[in-house]
């Protein structure tokens, strides 16, 4: 049996005002294309199907179009959506009973009381399988009293084990779905970080349990497999959502069962649309080096997508005609243009550090950390203040303290 693995695909997401509706089109022709050449029997979308709760008309036109599309091609696909933190629960069940006719299935909110809801049992060309469709959990949908996050982990925990109790033969194969931070993944910087740094909805591998024979999540959106498990995998986003994911390499999963086991899991690389472009690519640049840089852009001809680009300027700039003299060097430039960053010095040699691969995080001392952010969001000129690195000090040794207990 032939499972295709995806989930992220923020369909209405606007770039910097630019709409991104021909690469998600791309996108969406592509995997149709690719879910014939598979042959696959099942289609699993992680969450984030939509950017936004209530998504552009044309958004959900495209969802619609794109599952009657792979249904002409692949008359026996199946197809299961659930719901991700960015889509409206509600909007998702919405359109339930019609899809229902074209066997596809979404499930946009957990009901503690009906777990056996999320329990699809599909009869595919190739099988049967168990699908526990989980979509994104919302503190409300399960039992969690206490505001920490192992008691958030528990009951995810639960919700997970209420449904594998629903399940009628246990000897098929299952794929339980998620849409949640596992810990143990890397995050980009600017498209994840309020969602996932901070908050009690990092959650411990553990909480799948030894049911499931993969695990399909979405959320983050780099590839990557949790806790180095090849059958716990997140598929990541289809495309960059940032300028931090431009060197990412999207894909979708191409998960292979044989009987009941997993055979194999193999990306299927997803061809980029439009280039991202950030210029210089690493620290800031004088005005006169930026106008150089983009008159030597190479870029595509008229009828080709036009890259985006962003410029990122050395704070130091003093020359008050820079957007104007930015603006002419960008004329005639078949670019989407997504703004100027002013870059100080200090952050030159700490964001690359901190903010493009946030997997090296654990590397960094606390401290280092801190000077880093404190530098980047409050003040770039001065020292950390000894107050708040007082307070680090008590968070630390209150973590250790707790790791012994
Ligand atoms: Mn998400």
Redesign the pocket.
Known sequence: MKVVHT??WHLGQQFYEHSRFAEHQAFLDWLCQELVLVEADLLIVS??IYHTATPPAAAEQQLYTFIKHAKIALPNLHIVIVA???DSANRIETAKPLLYQFDTHVIGRFDKHKPEDVVKSLMTSSGKINVIAMP?LRSADISHLDSDESGYGLAVEQAYQSAYACIEDENLAVIAMG?LHAKGGDISSDS?RN?TIGGFDSIHADVFGDVPDYVAL????KAQKVANNDCIRYCGTPMPMSFAERHYKHQVLLVEFEGSRVKSVSPRYVPRYKEIILLPEKGGATLAQLCDAIEALELPTEDEPKPYLRLRLNANETDSQFRHKIEQALENKAVHFCGIERVSPQMQQGDELLFEDLGKVSELAPKTLLELAYKEQIDAQSTLPSALEKCLEEVLVSLSEQGKS
């Not at 979405?218 to 959106?221: A, C, I, Q, W």
Request: aromatic share 6%; net charge negative; no cysteine.
């Open positions: 989930s992220d969450g984030d991700g933190n960015h994104f849409h994840e969602i979405g959320h983050l959106h």
